[in-house]
């Protein structure tokens, strides 16, 4: 056989690759021939959708199935690399196989392209991939798994084919390799870490525990009872939103930089904070990450010794093992007798009923909907199986993450690392076919003009995929910046000041979508239940006010040197009164400035 009928049936034998995304070209013609009767092959009509649909398809598939993406020489290569770029820092698979001109045709280094088509893939890749490897010859599986499997950290890999390597006969065998993949750990120095958190515990009174990304979601399920009985409250980071449901008894919220204002405020409170599966970046702790968590011992557990070794935030112990690991060894070693939280849950209870997700210092103009109630009223309406994308980055994805309120058993997923606008039909393409659930994506009009041509591969798979626009013509969180740091002098953030926006309506009708429109508050429930409730995919609109507040945040200011100080977790604006610094923020109300 050809090696590249070689390469495919041995990645959906020995490596549980089921789906293919795809743009057709001339430098991966034997691989395009090769994947058409072993895999479902999705045609996108950009890469980068390919790239991203993969990716979300990997991260929201429970059954060990995978799909990769496939891409031609040159621009096929260049589309996708904002794709890569997104799994590499979130650390997700990504199979990117990637064609190139035969071997005869390329260049040496003096040139700058002698085949069509030809640039070096491999080289521009290499930093925002575990491996990139130019195949110079057809090598047997083995060899390509352990590039594969190269790297402790999940990441995308590249493999980059000539075109003859593609044609290239070979008579390698095909064979079933059992692949047991156990999670990394070290009994010693992890039974020896579990025993010292044990301890701190039970000298705590203000305890918490933040679930990351790093957590998988199997092992969230199968530890929820554990950690719903534990009497301990549980966070989650944006990444783990998913892992751990807001309607659990114990569950305290997201925090964050743009995070929830009660999570923040009893977050930066805790004496002891244990961090399973999260690297700790700087969204998480903000800015000023000299101040995160100020009063606890923070212990945390990631699976990349860098992250534990970075320096901010300060942290008190560090262990590099896989979290479910560590989770299940934790578990195993503590119970709620391991401290007295009473009055730490009474007092968490009193700030999260304070602080409720729709600030009530937010705007919302006559006219409009307000995009708080809207994502309120939305969590209450889905299942418990449905799977939501709140796209990537702006202000649609920021009151998702706010304001969202994740059932147990719902599915959730972003990309915040790279915080890319445009990722979120491609993402919800992906997810939607993974699952094969309903999927609902939440994006706003600025971002989702970008990858809009994707509204084609919806309709030909028939997603059942329900996709809400906020339409205030243009880039909300721009705009907000540009308000905020700049007196309001706006540049290129909406159709005033020089952006192109379509006409949705119409968008909808070019690719034969059910459209709706939202505009009036008091028909939000209504309007939501029957939409939700029409078989197939569908566009909805959501106004949006241009001048909508986005409270609470982070604020930053400009010092006189040019640079940026910011505030640290607890202290979002609008600012506290002094009577809620005294009542909500008793453990730090003294280093907090009148």
């Known amino acids: 056989m050809k090696y590249a009928e070689y390469l495919c049936e041995n990645l959906k034998v020995n490596e549980g690759y089921t789906h293919c995304y795809f743009v057709a070209g001339g430098n991966i013609m034997h691989l395009l021939d090769s994947v058409r009767t072993r895999f479902v092959c999705i045609p996108v009509v950009n890469e980068v959708a390919a790239g991203i649909a993969a990716e979300y398809f990997n991260e929201t598939n429970g059954e060990g199935h995978k799909a990769f993406a496939l891409v031609t020489a040159g621009p096929g290569l260049t589309n996708i690399v904002t794709a890569i770029a997104g799994a590499y820092l979130e650390s997700r698979e990504l199979l990117v196989i990637g064609g190139q001109v035969k071997r005869s045709d390329l260049k040496s280094t003096e040139l700058r392209q002698r085949g069509i088509q030809e640039i070096d893939g491999r080289a521009i890749v290499e930093p925002i991939t575990t491996s990139s490897v130019l195949l110079e010859e057809a090598l047997a599986f083995e060899k390509i798994q352990e590039i594969l499997h190269s790297s402790l950290k999940p990441g995308p890999v590249f493999l980059e084919m000539p075109l003859d390597v593609q044609a290239e006969p070979v008579e390698f065998e095909i064979s079933k ?21 044990k301890r701190e515990l039970a000298e705590s009174n203000r305890p918490i525990i933040l679930l990351g990304g790093g957590l998988s979601r199997e092992a969230a399920r199968a530890f929820n009872l554990c950690l719903s009985e534990l009497g301990i409250p549980v966070m989650t980071t944006w990444n783990g939103a998913d892992r751990y449901g807001s309607d659990q008894i114990n569950y305290w919220g997201r925090p964050n930089t743009w995070g929830q204002r009660a999570a923040n405020i009893l977050l930066q409170q805790s004496d002891c904070l244990i961090v399973v599966g999260s690297r700790l970046g700087l969204q998480q702790t903000g800015f000023a990450w000299k101040d995160f968590a100020p009063l606890a011992r923070i212990f945390q557990v990631d699976i990349d010794v860098h992250e534990l070794q970075k320096g901010h935030p300060r942290i008190y112990k560090g262990l590099p093992v896989d979290a479910s690991a560590f989770l299940d060894e934790f578990l195993k070693a503590v119970d709620s007798q391991v401290c007295d939280t009473s009055e730490w849950l009474t007092f ?76 979120g039909l491609s993402a919800a393409i992906g997810a939607s076919e993974s699952t094969q659930r309903r999927t609902v994506l939440v994006e706003g009009d600025g971002g989702f003009a970008q990858n809009l041509q994707e509204l084609g591969t919806v309709m030909q798979r028939k997603s059942n995929l329900k996709i809400f626009l906020f339409s205030n013509s243009g880039y909300a969180s721009i705009r907000m910046t540009q308000r905020n740091y700049f007196g309001g002098a706006y540049l290129g953030c909406d159709v005033e000041t020089g952006l192109g926006m379509p006409n949705w309506e119409h968008i909808a009708m070019a690719y034969h979508l059910p459209y709706f429109e939202i505009t009036v508050a008091q028909e939000l429930p209504s309007q939501l239940a029957d939409i939700l409730g029409t078989p197939g995919p569908s566009l909805t609109i959501v106004k949006i006010d241009q001048e909508q507040t986005y409270y609470p945040k982070i604020t930053s200011r400009v010092l006189p040197d040019g640079s940026m100080a910011s505030n640290p977790l607890h202290l979002m604006s609008p600012d506290l009164s002094p009577e809620q610094i005294s009542e909500f923020l008793p453990y730090l109300a003294d280093t907090i400035k009148p």
């Open 177 to 197: 390799v059992e692949t047991q993949v156990s999670p990394f750990k070290n009994d010693e120095d992890l039974s020896f870490f579990v025993a010292e958190i």
């Open 348 to 423: 968490g209870e009193k700030v999260l009923k304070a602080f409720p997700l729709n600030d009530p210092n937010n705007n919302t103009s006559a006219g409009y909907i307000d995009p708080f109630e809207f994502v309120l009223e939305l969590s209450d309406k889905l299942r418990r199986d449905d799977v939501v994308i709140p796209c990537s980055s702006g202000g649609a994805f920021t009151v998702m993450l706010q304001a969202f309120k994740l059932k147990q058993g719902q599915t959730m997923a972003s990309n915040k690392g790279l915080a890319s606008m445009g990722y």
